[in-house]
Structures are given as C-alpha cells and as structure tokens.
C-alpha cells in the first residue's frame, strides 16, 4: 500500500436536549454527587422522543462530505458502526444510504462496539488500496438513550450513556506529509462478558421472549471493576506498543485522541502514560459515552478547536466490549 489513508472530511451531529445529572437522578437511584465522584461526567445527550439514529448519523454525513468536498454521488461506500440501529435487521448502512442520496454502492454495518471507529478506519484503508474506491463514508452513531436500563442492576452504566454521531469521508493521498501512517488492531474474545446484552440473541430457545424481558437479559450487562481494569491497560499497552514501534515518546505526540469511557478510565490512561492533560481530547465529562461515536465525535471537536493543526502527530485510540481495542498514528 504505497498510497495513505486520509480523513478528508468530519462531521459531527449531537442531540440538542442536554440532561444533567440530576434529571438522570430522577430516573435512576443515584445522585450528582455519586456520578461526578465515580464517572467525572456532569452531562449528556439524549435523541427527543419523536427522533431516531438516521436523524443523528444524517447530518454528521453530510457535514463530512461537505468538508471533504464531495457529493454523496461521489460516495463508493458506506461502513456504518452502531451497537443501537433504528432496526435489528436489515442493516443501519441501508437504511441510511438512500436518506443520503448515495448510489447503489456497497454498504454495511460492523460491530466492533466502541472501537468501530478506528477498526472502520482500518477497512476502509484496505478497500482504498485496492484503487476501486476513492471515497469511503464511515459513520459511527449511536441512539444509548433508548438502551437505558432504570434497575440498579444496570444504574453502572446507564448514568454514563448517550446519543450522537460522528462521520468520517475517508480518500487515499500520495501526500507523505499527512494521514495515517499506522494502525494496529487487537481483540482478546475471553473478556467477551466485561459487558454483554444476552437477548434477543440465537443461543437462547428463541431470539426474545417475555422471561428475558422481565430479567433484564435486552438489557447492557458490565462488570465495571474489571471493565475498567482491562480498558485501561489495553489503552494504555496500544499506546505504548505503537510509540515503541516509531521509536516515539508522549513528547512527540500534539494530541492523543481517546475513546470516551468515562473521566476515571482517562485520568488513569493519562497517570500512567505521564502526558500532560492538555495533550489529551477530553469530551466525556459533557457528552457522555456515545459508544462507537464517542471517539470520532471528540475527534471532529479536536479539528474543530484548533487541536489538531496541519503537521502535527496525533495518537488515536479506542476500546470497547469484547474486549476490541485499536491505535493508530495520524499525521494531520
């Protein structure tokens, strides 16, 4: 692949209705206090009832392609990340794609949970170097509000989520002085129930039925010690694997953009990793955790705030359930 991937455009799409800790409080047993002690997050997002995913992943679309200069007629394929589509089935990536005025191009969704992002970077460079694509849409979206779980079975993680969305138009360039110069990916399957939503799934008698709704089995299930235990270290390991691999220090890197788990994980990743706080894109702490978009959210926020000027090395890096974790070197 003698060519680079660029990020030719971003854009980004939040919900307007903004909720603070203390309505979250008003519908889960919990407390502003306890979620700014234990999470760092004061606000998030959520979709108004009359919304749905294609009204937050839409607009970050065309606002990408906006900033790349393109036309959705200029689109060869759309990769979509969501762990909460508009519909089980078919894909997220269909039911997008004529809202977006593409052609009839290759599309399809991916499931590489809150490290979509970057994974979806790393497909989509594979299909650039093949020279059949010149323009790749990636959106990352995600609608967590509609997966709130009120019990105190799921009040761990529910204070956390939220809505947005994030897209990417994705070209390759012959430019040596930008775009990504490596990414590497990792999963570890036996961390696969760190969290885990067992139904409506095909390992079970049927898909769904009234007994898993009543056990909360639709539900997000997290192990939150070991959760945070193995998110950071797998943070913390592919940055210092990937610098290691550049002969790079922390002192190299302009901004390290992260996945957005919660403040906690990042005040570690950023302890352990000795940088300096300013160095890191932090959005969690107003935004929530959007899943798969919380990353490419805080990464068209980095572009927009001036953070990512034009030369500068960026260290790039998720994590998510399964366990799945990436890290790329982005040259902006």
């Given at each position: 692949?003698?060519?680079?991937?660029?990020?030719?455009?971003?854009?980004?799409a939040?919900?307007?209705?903004?909720?603070?800790?203390?309505e979250?409080?008003?519908?889960?047993?919990?407390?502003?206090?306890?979620?700014?002690?234990?999470?760092?997050?004061?606000?998030?997002?959520?979709?108004?009832?009359?919304?749905?995913?294609?009204?937050?992943?839409?607009?970050?679309?065309?606002?990408?392609?906006?900033?790349?200069?393109?036309?959705?007629?200029?689109?060869?394929?759309?990769?979509?990340?969501?762990?909460?589509?508009?519909?089980?089935?078919?894909?997220?990536?269909?039911?997008?794609?004529?809202?977006?005025?593409?052609?009839?191009?290759?599309?399809?969704?991916?499931?590489?949970?809150?490290?979509?992002?970057?994974?979806?970077?790393?497909?989509?460079?594979?299909?650039?170097?093949?020279?059949?694509?010149?323009?790749v849409?990636?959106?990352?979206?995600?609608?967590?509000?509609?997966?709130?779980?009120t019990?105190?079975?799921?009040?761990?993680?529910?204070?956390?989520?939220s809505?947005?969305?994030?897209?990417?138009?994705?070209q390759a360039t012959d430019?040596?002085?930008?775009?990504?110069?490596?990414?590497?990916?990792?999963?570890?399957?036996?961390?696969?129930?760190?969290?885990?939503?067992?139904?409506?799934?095909?390992?079970?008698?049927?898909?769904?039925?009234?007994?898993?709704?009543?056990?909360?089995?639709?539900?997000?299930?997290?192990?939150?010690?070991?959760?945070?235990?193995?998110?950071?270290?797998?943070?913390?390991?592919?940055?210092?694997?990937?610098?290691?691999?550049?002969?790079?220090?922390t002192?190299?890197?302009?901004?390290?953009?992260?996945?957005?788990?919660?403040?906690?994980?990042?005040?570690?990743?950023?302890?352990?990793?000795?940088?300096?706080?300013?160095?890191?894109?932090i959005?969690?702490?107003?935004?929530?955790?959007?899943?798969?978009?919380?990353?490419?959210?805080?990464?068209?926020?980095?572009?927009?705030?001036?953070?990512?000027?034009?030369?500068?090395?960026?260290?790039?890096?998720?994590?998510?359930?399964?366990?799945?974790?990436?890290?790329?070197?982005?040259r902006?």
């Amino acid at each position: 692949m003698s060519a680079r991937l660029v990020i030719a455009g971003m854009g980004h799409a939040l919900p307007e209705r903004i909720v603070s800790n203390d309505e979250v409080a008003g519908m889960i047993d919990t407390s502003d206090a306890f979620i700014r002690e234990r999470t760092g997050v004061v606000a998030r997002r959520y979709l108004a009832p009359d919304q749905h995913l294609a009204d937050l992943a839409c607009p970050a679309a065309e606002r990408a392609m906006a900033d790349a200069g393109v036309t959705p007629h200029d689109v060869d394929l759309l990769i979509v990340n969501t762990l909460s589509p508009d519909h089980h089935d078919p894909s997220q990536a269909c039911y997008i794609q004529p809202r977006l005025g593409l052609r009839e191009v290759p599309c399809f969704d991916i499931r590489a949970q809150c490290s979509g992002g970057l994974y979806g970077i790393e497909i989509a460079r594979h299909f650039l170097a093949s020279g059949l694509y010149r323009n790749v849409l990636l959106i990352c979206a995600e609608a967590l509000s509609r997966r709130i779980d009120t019990s105190n079975a799921g009040r761990n993680l529910s204070i956390l989520l939220s809505d947005g969305a994030a897209a990417l138009l994705l070209q390759a360039t012959d430019d040596p002085a930008r775009g990504l110069i490596d990414l590497s990916l990792g999963a570890d399957g036996t961390q696969f129930d760190l969290l885990i939503t067992e139904a409506p799934g095909a390992r079970r008698p049927r898909f769904i039925d009234g007994d898993d709704i009543a056990a909360g089995r639709h539900h997000f299930r997290m192990k939150g010690g070991p959760m945070f235990e193995d998110a950071t270290r797998r943070i913390v390991d592919a940055c210092r694997q990937m610098l290691d691999k550049h002969r790079l220090t922390t002192g190299d890197i302009g901004l390290v953009v992260p996945h957005q788990p919660n403040l906690r994980i990042l005040d570690a990743v950023i302890g352990q990793l000795g940088l300096p706080r300013e160095r890191c894109m932090i959005s969690v702490d107003q935004l929530g955790n959007m899943a798969s978009a919380a990353f490419p959210v805080a990464l068209a926020l980095a572009r927009e705030q001036g953070r990512m000027p034009a030369g500068q090395l960026n260290l790039l890096v998720t994590y998510g359930a399964g366990a799945t974790w990436a890290c790329a070197l982005y040259r902006s």
